[in-house]
Nanobody, 127 residues
Framework: QVQVVESGGGLVQAGGSLRLSCSAS????????IAWFRQNLGQERELVAS???????YYVDVVKGRFTISRDNSKNTVNLHMNNLKPEDTAVYYC?????????????????????WGQGTQVTVSS
């Protein structure tokens, strides 16, 4: 089994920054895709960013230029640097891992691709 733990959430004013961290342990596969999702009350869970073991990244349009995802494959850790935060970024942020490599971008965008999830960390951005 794989264990996933997120950290770094908190309360920040609009325009501020936060760094979220994700640590994976257990029977992890080095080639797995790691992604950040977020979900606010009354809304669907959405993909924010993902990164493959080879460094291919994806960002949802509304965070492009503000968020940066990075990965340390040797430590099975991923960071999400969030800058110029907006109230619309308020959500519970979840880190998720696939079982292994995912060949197509379409599949990397699908929530069904991700099998291992953390408990989530709350990010609140005040206006």
């Amino acid at each position: 089994q794989v264990q996933v733990v997120e950290s770094g959430g908190g309360l920040v004013q609009a325009g501020g920054s936060l760094r979220l961290s994700c640590s994976a342990s257990g029977r992890t596969v080095s080639s797995a895709v790691i992604a950040w999702f977020r979900q606010n009350l009354g809304q669907e869970r959405e993909l924010v960013a993902s990164i493959t073991s080879g460094g291919l990244v994806y960002y949802v349009d509304v965070v492009k230029g503000r968020f940066t995802i990075s990965r340390d494959n040797s430590k099975n850790t991923v960071n999400l640097h969030m800058n110029n935060l907006k109230p619309e970024d308020t959500a519970v942020y979840y880190c998720a891992l696939s079982k292994g490599p995912v060949a197509s971008l379409r599949n990397r965008l699908s929530i069904k691709t991700y099998d291992y999830w953390g408990q989530g960390t709350q990010v609140t951005v005040s206006s």
